[in-house]
């Protein structure tokens, strides 16, 4: 028998791969966890948001094969939690099992986890609340963005920036890392299920004065199906907005969810331990 020695870990570190129907990306968002990238993790969840496709099964066959070097379990949601749902089932995951940071990196393979890498190694992120991907900052690459789409996100980097008096480079990539002390008091608890959940953390953690830094990442889109419907995105966003300025504190307390949902419960469907 083999015997690998892993050098422990200076934190505990948990990626979280929220998913709905990406049958199509998911193994090469798990491809790209080799034995050195699995060495500086201690556990990687795929949380699948009740896909209809065979996200789920093609999860657990690649991912029982794949890793070897860490932690690795597959999660389905109870009931379909829309995007920010599958976040706060990761949050709590990461509170509830006492990990010290979570990386948030989306199953349909517009991002890149490598971009992390170098940040991870040399504990870059101690410093600091949350370390955000950008897909706008000088270094970062996009490869398949609308001109549109660009244009209309550095437009609202650049509200949100003005609004909050701090320099905003994305307002919601698909790559961010939190320190999960931060996250305990679960403030973010009544943000909203959907696509706006990432803006809301945003204006919340500059509300709480938490430390945060962008980063360069790279993004593509491939094959990727969008969900997002631009001019209806843009007004949510907008209303949002609003509501902050009006009066920050309520906003931040109110319960901004379309279903009140009592718990976000999810079932292990794999798991691999060390």
Request: a positive charge; glycine letters at 4%; hydrophobic letters at 40%.
């Amino acid at each position: 028998m083999q015997i690998i020695f892993v050098k422990p870990l200076p934190y505990k570190i948990l990626v979280a791969i929220p998913t709905y129907n990406c049958e199509n990306q998911i193994i090469r968002v798990l491809e790209q966890f080799n034995f050195k990238t699995q060495k500086l993790v201690d556990t990687v969840i795929v949380i699948d948001n009740k896909s209809s496709d065979r996200t789920l099964e093609k999860a657990i066959y690649f991912g029982s094969k794949k890793f070897k070097f860490c932690n690795f379990l597959v999660l389905r949601n109870k009931k379909n939690f829309g995007l920010g749902g599958s976040h706060k089932v990761a949050f709590n995951y990461s509170i509830k099992k006492t990990f010290d940071y979570i990386a948030i990196f989306h199953g349909d393979d517009q991002a890149s986890f490598k971009d992390f890498l170098s940040t991870i190694k040399a504990l870059k992120y101690e410093s600091h609340d949350c370390i955000l991907g950008s897909r706008f900052l000088d270094g970062s690459k996009l490869r398949g963005y609308s001109i549109l789409r660009t244009f209309g996100n550095i437009l609202y980097n650049n509200i949100f920036s003005f609004v909050t008096k701090y320099p905003i480079n994305d307002l919601g990539s698909g790559l961010n890392l939190y320190k999960v002390k931060a996250l305990k008091s679960e403030y973010f608890k009544k943000f909203p299920d959907d696509l706006t959940f990432n803006y809301v953390m945003i204006l919340a953690q500059n509300f709480l004065k938490q430390k945060i830094k962008f980063i360069p990442i790279s993004w593509r889109e491939d094959d990727q199906i969008s969900n997002v419907n631009l001019f209806r995105q843009a007004l949510k966003v907008l209303v949002i907005l609003f509501n902050f300025i009006t009066n920050k504190y309520i906003f931040l307390q109110s319960d901004m969810r379309s279903c009140k949902v009592r718990k976000y419960n999810s079932e292990v469907f794999y798991e691999k331990l060390l």
